[in-house]
T-cell receptor, first 114, second 111 residues
């Protein structure tokens, strides 16, 4: 099956803990993204990687760090979570970098910070 | 930077009726326009995309209209059914590296 896979589906943790989310795409795409979707469903891009190279790094707190081992994987680590990090984190991939580029999304990881 | 407004935030229609969602954008260099559907607990699914040289595109009960003069993009579900109930997002791009998403429209189709 070719798609974008994310693990875990849900994660509940306490303030100050470290969390890591995994994303893998089997579509053969060159570019991957992390988005944050808040409780009002607003979507904001966080990072974008093309062939393991960071190409978009929006203004996010330094406790967030993306990690890419190859073009099929893009993980997200949050070093010391805060309550405002509670959200759904969506991973996506696209065949190219920028332009008229269709993005394919994973199901998301819902993070709850207590 | 690009600003995208989407309306209405909530829309309720009866089965068989049409549902229209509108987005307005600010950057005249915007050249790529798309619509996504997000069902409960799922990621976003691409419905349709158009480039700026297209004014109208129809596929499988969906119509996308682009008015570049007014910087307005619309999605029309011509005969909605309960399976269309979801949150819909427009997304635009000026051929750069990132999409800018609208604020979403929660559509409810009553049987």
């Amino acid at each position: 099956e070719t798609a974008v896979f994310q693990t875990p589906n849900y994660h509940v943790t306490q303030v100050g803990n470290e969390v890591s989310f995994n994303c893998k795409q089997t579509l053969g795409h060159d570019t991957m993204y992390w988005y944050k979707q808040d409780s009002k469903k607003l979507l904001k891009i966080m990072f974008s990687y093309n062939n393991k190279q960071l190409i978009v790094n929006e203004t996010v707190p330094r406790r967030f760090s993306p990690q890419s081992s190859d073009k099929a994987h893009l993980n997200l680590r949050i070093k010391s979570v805060e309550p405002e990090d509670s959200a759904v984190y969506l991973c996506a991939s696209s065949p190219r970098t920028g332009g008229a580029d269709e993005q394919y999304f994973g199901p998301g990881t819902r993070l709850t910070v207590l | 930077g690009e600003q995208v407004e989407q309306r209405p935030p909530h829309l309720s229609v009866r089965e068989g009726d049409s549902a229209i969602i509108i987005c307005t954008y600010t950057d005249s260099a915007t050249a790529y326009f798309s619509w996504y559907k997000q069902e409960a607990g799922a990621g976003l699914q691409l419905l349709m995309s158009v480039l700026s040289n297209v004014d109208r595109k129809e596929e499988q009960g969906l119509t996308v209209l682009l008015n570049k003069k007014d910087k307005r993009l619309s999605l029309n579900l011509t005969a909605a059914h309960p399976g269309d109930s979801a949150v819909y997002f427009c997304a635009v791009n000026n051929m750069g590296y990132k999409l800018t998403f609208g604020t979403g429209t929660s559509l409810l189709v009553d049987p």
